[in-house]
DNA sequence: TGTACATCAGTGAACGCGCGTTCACTGATGTAC
DNA sequence: TGTACATCAGTGAACGCGCGTTCACTGATGTAC
């Protein structure tokens, strides 16, 4: 699961410390929490001195906001894929977009929490409150690609919208995944059928049709 | 903000050391998260030896666990409380659950953490899991109550409603809130609104007529 | 109402441990000539 | 192509610190008689 290539005869150098760091910490956010580890531990387990790692990091939140990052720039490029200029049509595309989203929680869980979950403060940390600006604004896009009315008659704007997905999203996400833990509620079944029939009604409820019947108009 | 009267003498026994404690907790989670603060310091701010917690706790699980424990109780009788039997109408007072379950999430945000985000597994730990159970299973009673016919013209399940609503709810309340951090997306407005505005749509998309128009049945 | 005693909830000193961080150092790599 | 040297990315020893946990203890409280 870690790349660990050539790494059979230690070496003086490393030569791939900051991602064999990455990576070591990725796996304990799974097994521990965003909190869960040290960098004495993670340098360690990446079988280098307890120093080595502050070459690359000043500190463990440093290395934390580094997954992250790395995390929203993987994340957003799913979702711009995904989305594909909202081919063939816009409800689709959207609800690929959906599917991307609980995909990419749920195989790069330790990416999302860092993200989501480990309390980085966006505006403390270089490039975390832009990257993840990014993201949403691809959300915004296709939101605005779909179009829909509100149950007062307005055009529904985008970024409400946009912000009732990701907030859904996230919710069934954190909520009903096991390993942030409670999974309160019975409610174990398949997250992707959750999530889209949950999203199947929010859309009927802007009066967007989806299935079959509607073909992008972009 | 933390109950401390007649604390100005120092006595040898607290008198409340337990809840004065999960005060503490409470006031660190906060500040530095779930994970944020040790036994040590909760006993030394609240005016007692590093040994006294043991008398109470086993470890800091356990008086995190407490903090959750109690959050869930509180939780369940506010939102017990805000249902009301579905007086005066079931869509008003769904939507006062929702509103219930926000200002929770605001007002008693280390509980709110502790109980969600705290990654504390619900089967280790005694009666975590039933009070999470507990809550949820208002949501349901409120949501069979209410109704509700999926896209394809078949009642919705309520406990898929439930889930759905549990979702928006819990996304809206940790995504868009400051502390546990990121503040993703530009939407920093009224977190009531935008959960408001997003149920009112779901509850359209399942042919719930919000308003006044709907009558309590039960 | 007073006394003896059990129990409870604290003290404070002590311990080993792992962490964060620093430091002078050194082995490997790349490049100028 | 070979050599000298600067730079980079590691080492490993050391430090002070706070934490978790234990222990024998002790002050306060409640209750039986």
């Known amino acids: 699961m870690t790349g660990k ?42 079988g280098v001195s307890p120093a080595a790692p502050y070459r690359h990091f000043a500190n463990r939140e440093a290395l934390l906001a580094a997954v992250a990052l790395a995390g929203y720039q993987r994340f957003a490029k799913d979702l711009e894929q995904a989305w594909n200029d909202g081919q063939p049509d816009a409800v689709s595309a959207f609800m690929r977009m959906g599917e991307v989203y609980l995909t990419f929680a749920r195989d790069e869980r330790a990416s999302y929490i860092a993200m989501f979950e480990a309390g980085l403060k966006g505006d403390e940390i270089g490039g975390l ?14 939101a605005t690609a779909l179009g829909g009315t509100l149950p007062d008659g307005q055009p529904a704007p985008p970024d409400l919208m ?39 009604i929010y859309l009927k409820g802007l009066g967007i049709r989806s299935g079959s019947a509607h073909r992008a108009e972009n």
């Open 129 to 142: 409150q832009q990257a993840g600006d990014r993201a949403f604004a691809i959300l915004i896009k296709a």
């Open 5 to 46: 290539k050539k790494q059979a005869r230690r070496r003086y150098h490393h030569g791939n410390l900051r991602e064999a760091l990455m990576d070591v910490a990725r796996r304990l956010i799974i097994d521990r929490g965003p909190q869960g580890f040290s960098l004495v531990e993670a340098a360690t387990l990446a």
């Open 162 to 200: 946009a912000a009732h997905i990701w907030a859904l999203s996230h919710g069934v996400a954190s909520l009903f995944t096991s390993s942030p833990s409670d999974c309160q509620g019975p409610v174990t079944g398949d997250l992707k059928e959750l999530f889209e029939s949950g999203m199947m």
